[in-house]
Each structure stands twice: as C-alpha cells, then as structure tokens.
C-alpha cells in the first residue's frame, strides 16, 4: 500500500541520510550551459548563413544576398540584445532587493484592454522594445527605401516603392517579434527556472509579443493588397520591374520569369506568407478569452500546430529562421525533455476522501530531483492518463513536501510517494441513491439526450479519473453517513502529510509524470506565513504545512537534507519561520476534514476553516490578514494565494494595503 506513514525519526545521524542518486533526469538548471551553448550555436549558424546564402539560398526572399551587411547587423542586434537581456535576468535572479523594485507597480489603475497594473519591470522591458525596434527601423528603412524606390523610378514607376519598403521594413519587424514570442514559453526554459520568473510572467510576456507579433502580419499584409492595385495599373512591360509574386526581385529572377527551381522557390513568398497567416488567425481566434476558456484542448493544440507556422514562415523569409532559431532549439530541447519523463509508466492508487474528493498518490523517481532546486515547498507537474484522455496532460500541485520527503525514504528505494489533491465538479456519487447512479451510468449512451450541465460534467478530465473510483464504490453503496467533520486530524504525524486510510475505495491506475516544476516561493525566510487558499487552492498550503512541520522539528535534530542531496538545503541554518496560518475558504456543501495537519503536535500551526455558500458570508480576506499582522507588527510576513481568480485578486489587493506584507499569488491566469 502506497499510502502509509513514514516516520519523522528514520535517521539516527546525518551519516545515515541518503546520498544524491545519479539519475538521468534533465533539468532547467542542469540544462542552463546546454541552452547557453545553443545560443552560441545558433549565433554561429546565423552569421554562417548569411555567407553562404548568397550562392543558395532556401527562403522565398533572403535579405542578405541583395542587403548583405543589414542582414548580418539585423542578427548580430538580435543575438546581442537577448544576451544582453539574459545577463540583466540573471542580476535580478540573485538580487532579491532588485526583485521587489522591478515589482512594484507605477500606477494603482490597471491599464485600459490589458486589466494587468504597469510595473517598472513592464516599463523597463517596454522600453528595451522599443529600443530594439528602432535600431532595426535604423538598420533598414534607408537601404530598403533606397532600393524599392530607385529600382521603381528606373522602371519608370512613379508610385508604389516607399510601400514595398515599409512591407519589407515590417516584415524585419515581424522576424525579431516572432524571436521574442517562442523565447520564455517553454516549461524548461531557463527563462522560467534558472532566472526566477514565475509562470503568469513568462505567459504574460508571451501573450503581449504574440500580439504585437499579429499586428505587424496585418500590417504587413495590409501593406501589400494595398500595393496591389498599383501592380494592376502597370502596364505588362512596366509588370515586369516588380513581379506580383515577389516584388523583391525582378521578372527574370522569379516565377514565371525565371522556370528554374530557384525562380520556383522565389515565387512561393506569397503562398508562404498566406499559409502562415491563416494558421497565425486561428491561433490568435482560439487566444480570445471567449474562446480558451470554454475550449482550452482547442486553444492547446492549436498552439502546437503553431510549430508548422514557424517552419513556413522561415521559408518565407530567410531572416526569419536567424531570429527564430534560439527559440526553435529552446523548443526541441523542452520537447526532448517532456517525452523523456513521460516515456515511464507509474503505478498509482487514487482514493477517495468522501465528498468528491480525491487523492492520487504515486511514485516519484528520486532521480528527478537531481539538479533541482528543493527549497521551494511549492511543485507541480503534469500528469497523463490514457484512460482518461490520450493527447490530454493537466497540471497538479503536488501536497507533498517533495525535499523531506526524499530526505527521510531510505537509500535502498529509487522511488518516493507523492500525493495530488483534486476534486470532481459533478456531485459526488456517495451522495446519490443507486437509482441516481446506475441512471447516470447509462446516460452516456443518448448523448443527444444530455443536458448541457451533464455534457460539461462527462468531459472534464478529472472527472473522467474520478469515475474509476465511483464505479467501484457504487457497487458497494450502503447508507453510510456522509456528514463532514471540520475538525483538523491530530492523529497524523507525518511531515510530508500523506493522507491516512479512508474507508472508501481505492483502485490501481497507471499515470505517467512530467516534472516537478518549483515555483519561486521561500516561505522559511519570513517570520509568519499565511497561505490564504479557496476550494482546490489547499494543496499549496498543504505542501507549505509540511514544510512548515519539518522545519519545526529540525529545531531539535540536525538538518535533514544535506546540500548535496537534492540542491540547496530546504531548512536554512536561522530558523525565522514561527507561525504558519492557514485560512481555507471553502463551499459548506464541498467541505470534508482534511488529514493532512498535525496542529496538535506543531507548535505555531493553525488551520481555519471558513464555510460558505447557503447564505453564509464569504471570508473577510483583508480583516483576517489584518488580524495576523496585528499580532506580529516587526516581523516579515509572506502570503500565499491560490483558488479562483476573483479569490486570489481580493488577497492580492489586501496584501498591497499592509506594509510590510510580500506575497505569490498561485495564477494562471493572463
């Protein structure tokens, strides 16, 4: 049984830890030289391209053999400006203090259409784009004018050339914006892990250049039909000057001037183009917030169809691939590393805790932790069930304190247990006579005949996992008393809380495990944490407890995860942290006791339960936060958010109205 209480005791001495494991699991900062390295490369590759291309060239349009030294400057700023970035990341990595000035907001109003406040960090970084942008207008704008305007009037063509050039102006726009939008996005990235960026940054950061990035494309294919008329009204001999297909180039150097696989490839610009712009529209249709709420598998998948765009629009323009290329071998490396976690099988068990929820417990290879970084209580991962959906992978937060956890299983076992906590959206099957459950069984078959609330219910992936325990439990249902009891378990005494038996079900499933991913949260450096937390929110709080339990007991005992074994140790050698509060907001009706505090036997713990729902009144966040913060004026207090979005923007206001007060709001939202 894979739920089963590990003792706090296991180690006599420091001497009987276990010793770091090597393992084969590729990490963001094991992979940190990897990605520097390929950055190096792909520098080299470009600056050697832009040689080589002007005898073969495998782009519609390339630059460098008619702008040979703009196309080189073009990437020599690209590369120089995301070195110069990653250097500026890497001091803010290390600077906690830089941290909290990039941070802090310029402006209380939210800025108009984004809904996000201006941060000096948002300002600075929309500075150095602008900045990059206009060293690359410099770069290009007068040699391109140059040439469309001089070839036109040569070809006695009076109007049409200032617009050619700002097409292609647009389109350099476009190379380096594209660079900028697959940069941070991938889960492994170095962007994210090593320089401390936490994911609603990357994602926000990602959504701005994306956006930026479609503008420029309608921009750019604006400019063009809007060129086209003058095309028409050319006369054949003057159609000549400038081809239709490609205005880069003359007649005789395109399709169907020239016949030759060169003029071929030449004049597939504009079907280039097309093709990349219609898959650019659908991504941008599917990023609509209308749109990715309500079909998020739509938006996600689109968004990996996104890759063949990339590879068309580099034919399209040969710059393109020049700015594309750091990102594209950022993207295949995290790829690389996805499939190689992924490619395991991992025997679980889910249990059911009564109520619709649900704990899922597995085995977590030790060699996943090698290169990470183990202070953080605060990990998620990805997790795949066939059975459930085959292309579909959900992220959990994990409630296991993954560094004591792998500090107190013995050295003899590879694999350690880590738990999940999720809960069904469709009414729980204990709380349904039988009658109700074997009707809902068969309602899958007339599926024309369902609802609209029971069709939602039937897709939601946690559900799906759910039903492999409500089957089971539904053939054993008996009247059994399904009232909740709210009081904290102080029966449990494990520090990386795995939940205790239930009398319910539990069955065997086969996942597989993509992480873990830690977020940038060191709670042991403040004198009093609150994890402020709604419905499904707690298992952050959970895994902070636990945290907070270890610490606690390592006042007595040694440290129990030596430096070496799994990155920096998770309890630091000052013992600051006191008080650890956690106040859970949850639905009278979705509440159950949750066996995962041991309150009685951790001096400094609380746990608050507040119901709502039925009439109750909802948690007043900013007079609870008020309270605790009463109670410690001089000390440093940190808060963790997490639940619904309206949830974590009422904590994050109330954090801003105290001084003194820091926080990490758990969101995905962008």
């Known amino acids: 049984m894979i739920l089963s209480e590990l003792s706090v005791s296991k180690y006599k001495s420091s001497d009987d830890y276990p010793t770091p494991r090597k393992g084969t699991r590729i990490t963001p900062r094991t992979c940190l030289w990897p990605l520097a390295l390929s950055l190096v490369v792909t520098f080299a590759l470009s600056i050697g391209l832009t040689f080589r291309s002007n005898h073969h060239c495998y782009a519609g349009t390339c630059g460098e053999w008619l702008f040979p030294l703009q196309a080189r400057l073009h990437v020599i700023i690209w590369y120089f400006w995301i070195s110069i970035t990653v250097t500026v990341l890497a001091v803010r990595a290390f600077h906690p203090e830089m941290q909290k000035v990039l941070a802090r907001p310029l402006a209380e109003r939210k800025l108009p259409l984004i809904g996000k406040q201006l941060t000096l960090s948002g300002a600075l970084m929309f500075l150095w784009v602008m900045a990059l942008y206009g060293i690359v207008v410099g770069v290009w704008w007068i040699r391109l004018r140059d040439y469309f305007v001089g070839r036109s009037t040569e070809g006695g063509i009076s109007q049409g050339g200032h617009r050619l050039a700002a097409i292609a102006l647009t389109g350099h726009l476009a190379d380096i914006t594209m660079g900028m939008v697959i940069l941070p996005i991938s889960r492994h990235s170095a962007l994210a892990s090593f320089f401390k ?239 109700e459950y074997n009707l809902n069984r068969y309602l899958a078959i007339p599926r024309l005949f369902r609802t609209k609330k029971q069709r939602i219910q039937s897709t939601q992936w946690t559900d799906r996992l759910a039903s492999l325990v409500d089957e089971q439990q539904g053939s054993v249902m008996d009247n059994r008393d399904t009232t909740t009891d709210l009081t904290p378990s102080s029966e449990s005494t494990i520090t990386s809380a795995p939940p205790t038996p239930h009398p319910f079900p539990r069955i065997g499933v086969s996942l597989r495990l993509e992480g873990p991913y830690f977020s940038p949260a060191d709670p042991s450096r403040y004198n009093t944490v609150v994890c402020l937390v709604a419905g499904t929110g707690i298992s952050g709080a959970i895994a902070i407890a636990a945290a907070f339990i270890e610490a606690q007991r390592s006042r007595s005992v040694k440290d129990c995860c030596p430096p070496e074994t799994c990155g920096p140790s998770p309890i630091p050698s000052t013992h600051r942290w006191h008080k650890c509060i956690i106040i859970w907001s949850v639905r009278a009706a979705d509440a159950i006791s949750l066996p995962f505090f041991d309150v009685a036997n951790t001096p400094g713990l609380d746990v608050q339960t507040h119901l709502t729902g039925e009439g109750r009144k909802r948690v007043d966040v900013g007079e609870k936060l008020a309270e605790v913060r009463k109670g410690d004026p001089g000390g440093k207090m940190w808060v963790y958010i997490s639940g619904p979005n309206a949830f974590i923007q009422v904590g994050a206001s109330a954090c801003k109205a105290l001084a003194g007060v820091e926080f990490y709001a758990a969101s995905w939202d962008i």
């Open 197 to 435: 960026l936490g994911v609603a940054t990357t994602l926000t950061n990602h959504m701005f250049t994306a956006y930026a990035l479609f503008v420029l494309v309608v921009i750019h294919g604006l400019l063009y039909v809007s060129w086209v008329p003058v095309y028409n009204s050319l006369s054949g001999q003057l159609r000549m000057v400038i081809p239709v297909l490609n205005p880069t180039y003359l007649y005789h150097e395109t399709w169907p001037g020239n016949t030759t696989s060169l003029g071929v490839w030449r004049a597939s610009l504009i079907f280039t183009g097309l093709v990349a712009s219609v898959i650019m529209c659908a991504i941008f249709i599917t990023t609509l917030p209308a749109v990715r709420r309500k079909h998020f598998n739509l938006f996600y998948f689109t968004h990996i169809f996104a890759i063949v765009m990339v590879i068309i629009i580099c034919l399209h323009a040969s710059t393109m691939f020049y700015c594309t290329a750091p990102g594209l071998v950022m993207w295949f490396l995290d790829w690389g590393m996805r499939l190689h976690e992924l490619r395991r099988s991992l025997d679980g068990e889910i249990t059911t805790l009564g109520n619709g929820w649900y704990c899922v417990t597995m085995p977590l290879p030790r060699a996943r932790l090698s290169g990470c970084s183990c202070r953080s209580p605060l990990a998620h991962f990805y997790i795949h069930h066939s059975g459930s959906s085959i292309r579909e992978l959900h992220p959990f937060t994990t409630i296991t304190h993954l560094a004591s956890r792998n500090s107190t299983t013995p050295i003899s076992e590879d694999d350690f247990p880590i738990e999940f906590l999720f809960r069904k959206r469709g009414r729980p099957i204990a709380t349904q006579s039988a009658t």
